[in-house]
């Protein structure tokens, strides 16, 4: 019986470590050419000129080393609503973290929108992933010039 437990531990455990390296993969990184509050000004900014966008918020995290945006693609809205109300708690948003790395430069990391269809399977979600991957894409090149 402890030898079942300690092998269920075991398998358990390998699971977490391979979740977490499948779960890195969620995270889309850039290091930026700019300085934290210009690359957080521009996002805000691009994202409030346009009307199929919507800024929710900018805010200090960690005592003020990282800036947190958050943005939404409102046309990915349906998509999502049609995976069932439970699903909301996504929304159409990017959330965004600008930081300073240790040798002084600025980086950028948010959610892979691809994180929804691992929460769920609903084919509507594969549909926001292929929608909204080209426009969130597009803000980052177009605003913080990375590809």
Do not use: Q
Not at 11 to 23: D, E, F, K, Q, R
Not at 36 to 49: L, M
Not at 127 to 136: D, N, Q, Y
Request: net charge negative.
């Amino acid at each position: 019986m402890k030898r079942a437990r300690l092998l269920t531990g075991l398998a358990t455990s390998i699971g977490l470590v391979a979740g977490a390296a499948a779960a890195d993969e969620m995270f889309i990184t850039h290091d930026l050419d700019m300085d934290r509050a210009e690359a957080v000004a521009t996002i805000r900014d691009r994202v409030e000129a346009k009307e199929d966008w919507l800024f929710l918020g900018e805010f200090g995290l960690a005592g003020g080393a990282v800036t947190a945006l958050k943005v939404c693609y409102l046309p990915l809205g349906g998509d999502i609503v049609a995976a069932g109300l439970h699903v909301m708690a996504m929304m159409p948003c990017g959330n965004m973290a600008f930081y300073e790395t240790e040798d002084g430069s600025t980086e950028m990391s948010m959610l892979d929108l691809r994180f929804m269809t691992e929460l769920s399977d609903a084919p509507s979600l594969e549909k926001a992933v292929e929608t909204g991957k080209p426009a969130f894409d597009a803000l980052l090149a177009d605003t913080l010039d990375v590809r």
